[in-house]
């Protein structure tokens, strides 16, 4: 990775302040276990599909926090760039220090661009991600009354993620990867730092086609100017390619 790419450097800055405590900052949470399940399948040699299942827990396995599904489509432009488009649904429970009065539904459309690069036996990944994000709004009936979700707001997040993957035997290999995501409103104004996630996986190369990754996950996460979350999490995930 060069420094010339103004992009990899904000990650790195980003990446080392996210380290940085501030006393004007309350930084709270608690350790989490996240498990994903990954399919691909093979349409042709320009075409595949794709879906994410995640299900995340906060405070390790004691509080459900999110569940993830994502359909996606790539399309093989050449060997060292996809193109993929994609929607997300997500759904947020009450968790943590902070929950939320109800669940937080999100529906999550997005575009993203990876160039691919090999570099001897390491496999380098520069992963673009454009995202719409219409998040649910929380409602109170009344003074006293229940919470619901009426209507939904728009926003857009910008992500990017660098990725190094070499194997270290016939069968195991490691994932590391630093994505930084930039959030703003419709307009593409108000453009600020949302979070950081530093990855670092040992996996296991089961079969040809399906791999396991154990891994520890650092998050540092904006809920606003003055509050963030760091959480140091456990993920599993499992990578099926049916063809």
């Not at 943590?96 to 539904?105: D, I, S, T």
């Not at 459309?109 to 001897?120: L, Y």
């Not at 949302?194 to 190369?205: I, K, T, V």
């Amino acid at each position: 990775m060069s420094l010339k790419n103004p992009i990899s450097f904000l990650l790195i800055v980003f990446t080392f302040l996210s380290f940085l405590p501030s006393q004007a900052q309350e930084v709270h949470g608690e350790p989490d276990v996240w498990f994903l399940l990954l399919n691909h399948y093979k349409i042709n040699d320009d075409w595949s599909v794709g879906n994410e299942f995640h299900m995340r827990y906060s405070d390790y396995l004691n509080e459900e926090e999110q569940l993830l599904i994502r359909p996606f489509v790539n399309f093989h432009a050449n060997p060292n760039v996809v193109l993929t488009a994609g929607y997300t649904f997500i759904n947020t429970y009450p968790y943590g220090k902070y929950p939320l009065p109800v669940n937080k539904p999100e529906n999550n459309f997005w575009e993203q661009v990876t160039v691919i690069q090999d570099i001897n036996k390491t496999n380098v990944q520069h992963r673009y991600r454009w995202e719409h994000r219409w998040q649910g709004d929380l409602v109170q009936s009344g003074v006293n009354g229940p919470y619901e979700v009426d209507g939904y707001s728009y926003s857009n997040r910008f992500r990017y993620r660098l990725t190094v993957r070499r194997p270290i035997s016939e069968k195991l290999f490691i994932n590391i990867f630093d994505e930084l995501w930039i959030g703003m409103d419709q307009q593409l104004r108000n453009v600020a730092y949302d979070r950081n996630w530093l990855y670092l996986a040992l996996g296991l190369q089961i079969t040809d086609k399906i791999s396991v990754q154990t891994a520890y996950l650092h998050q540092y996460v904006k809920n606003n100017p003055d509050r963030y979350e760091k959480h140091p999490t456990l993920q599993i995930t499992v990578d099926a390619r049916i063809r």
